[in-house]
């Protein structure tokens, strides 16, 4: 991609994020609000093993993997954590959304 293009694409998502941010800051209270999101979120600012994660959220809030595996898919459907690598090493990580 061309730095014209990814300039143009850098606006409209500053656009975006000044058109909707009472939205978006309603939606990251609320999920922030919740113990696991919010530890998911805060645990994964950098590439970070899925088994990592989940075992460090599942720690600290006294919850199960089965649990925070769960908010964790819900988290990377709604765009707020994205994903890579293969299912056996996967790795997660915020996309800056919340």
């Known amino acids: 991609m061309s730095e014209e293009v990814v300039d143009r694409l850098d606006r409209i998502a500053a656009i975006l994020s000044l058109a909707f941010a009472d939205q978006i800051a309603d939606v990251s209270e609320r999920i922030r609000g ?44 709604i765009g707020a954590m994205t994903a890579r690598g293969p299912q056996n090493a996967r790795e997660y990580k915020t996309t800056g959304l919340l």
């Open 34 to 77: 919740n113990a696991i999101a919010d530890a998911l979120l805060d645990g994964a600012q950098d590439w970070t093993k899925a088994g990592t994660l989940q075992d460090q959220v599942a720690k600290a809030t006294s919850k199960t993997t089965r649990t925070v595996r769960a908010e964790l898919a819900t988290l990377v459907s």
